[in-house]
Nanobody, 121 residues
Framework: QVQLVESGGGLVQPGGSLRLSCAAS????????MGWYRQAPGKQRELVAA???????NYADSVKGRFTISRDNVKNTVYLRMNSLKPEDTAVYYC???????????????WGQGTQVTVSS
């Protein structure tokens, strides 16, 4: 069983910064892609940023230049540094990871429980 535990959400003023963390634990042989998604009230979940095991990144156009995704492959942890936050960044942020639990089986998608980010004055 694999768990993804997120932390770092909260309330911040427009223009402020937050850093989200997500640590994977449990039966893990390897993790390929890790990423962050978000879902605002009444909207579909959308990809914010993703990073491969080789540290190749991609970002949603709405966060390019403001958010930075990174990962620590030793700690099985992914981070999302969010700068210049805007009210429209308000959402529940979910961690996602493509995890292979052992060399005998294939990979599957794991999700965290979500962490609330609210940008408001």
């Amino acid at each position: 069983q694999v768990q993804l535990v997120e932390s770092g959400g909260g309330l911040v003023q427009p223009g402020g910064s937050l850093r989200l963390s997500c640590a994977a634990s449990g039966s893990i042989f390897s993790i390929s892609r890790m990423g962050w998604y978000r879902q605002a009230p009444g909207k579909q979940r959308e990809l914010v940023a993703a990073i491969t095991s080789g540290l190749i990144t991609n970002y949603a156009d709405s966060v390019k230049g403001r958010f930075t995704i990174s990962r620590d492959n030793v700690k099985n942890t992914v981070y999302l540094r969010m700068n210049s936050l805007k009210p429209e960044d308000t959402a529940v942020y979910y961690c996602n990871a493509e995890i292979r639990p052992s060399y005998r089986v294939g990979s599957y998608d794991a999700w965290g429980q979500g962490t609330q980010v609210t940008v408001s004055s």
